[in-house]
């Protein structure tokens, strides 16, 4: 069965650094959602593409956060510099397309920033 | 932000015992989905009800939506241990576009 895959599984940075996260969808699926989990709540999403164009990032922090689907498959989310703040899971999710609504999740990346 | 509350936040039960847990949300939608979430791990689609249904099943797990009190519920019967997870709930908005917005979380453990 298809799956989402996201790498690293785990990072530990020291604040100030840059962070990259990676996630390759499902193939074919068209969109491709990164989400930010904190510990004990649910996810809030951070960008949302449709092929390589961004539909929604009102929610990415864009003065340290980036995210980028180049040729409209996997997708780079990017942290510079990181601060303590950042420690979350980033998610990755994909689906078909904006009219099939169910989203498939990757393993998710944990980062932990000192 | 959260769109969604769920009730209760923590649920411990038998194994066998059905699970009951509740959400609520603000504005009107176009679907309401649950998602489960083993610790530390990815979350996984379990069901999707539109806002003009008002019941759904699924294997061992029903949903039901009441748009009028803005509120859903997901009942677990028969649950086994397998069955410990956080449960979410995540709506999608009228003219939201596929974005979803999750609530908090229901974690439950079912015990042997």
């Known amino acids: 069965e298809a799956e989402v895959a996201q790498s690293p599984r785990y990072k530990i940075t020291e604040k100030s650094q840059a962070v990259a996260f990676w996630c390759d969808p499902i193939s074919g699926h068209a969109t491709l959602y990164w989400y930010r989990q904190i510990l004990g709540q649910g996810p809030e999403l951070l960008v949302q593409f449709q092929d390589e164009s961004v539909v929604d990032d009102s929610q990415l922090p864009k003065d340290r956060f980036s995210a980028e689907r180049l040729k409209g498959v996997d997708s780079t989310l990017k942290i510079q510099p990181a601060e303590l703040g950042d420690s979350a899971m980033y998610l990755c999710a994909s689906g078909r397309d904006r009219s099939y609504n169910e989203q498939f999740f990757g393993p998710g990346t944990r980062l932990t920033v000192l | ?112």
């Open chain 2, 1 to 112: 932000s959260q769109q969604g509350e769920e009730d209760p936040q923590a649920l411990s039960i038998q194994e066998g015992e059905n699970a009951t847990m509740n959400c609520s949300y603000k504005t009107s939608i176009n679907n309401l989905q649950w998602y489960r979430q083993n610790s530390g791990r990815g979350l996984v689609h379990l069901i999707l009800i539109r806002s003009n249904e008002r019941e759904k099943h699924s294997g061992r797990l029903r949903v039901t939506l009441d748009t009028s009190k803005k509120s859903s519920s997901l009942l677990i019967t028969a649950s086994r241990a397998a069955d410990t997870a956080s449960y979410f709930c995540a709506t999608e908005l009228t003219g939201g576009g596929n974005k979803l917005t999750f609530g908090t979380g229901t974690q439950l453990k079912v015990e042997l």
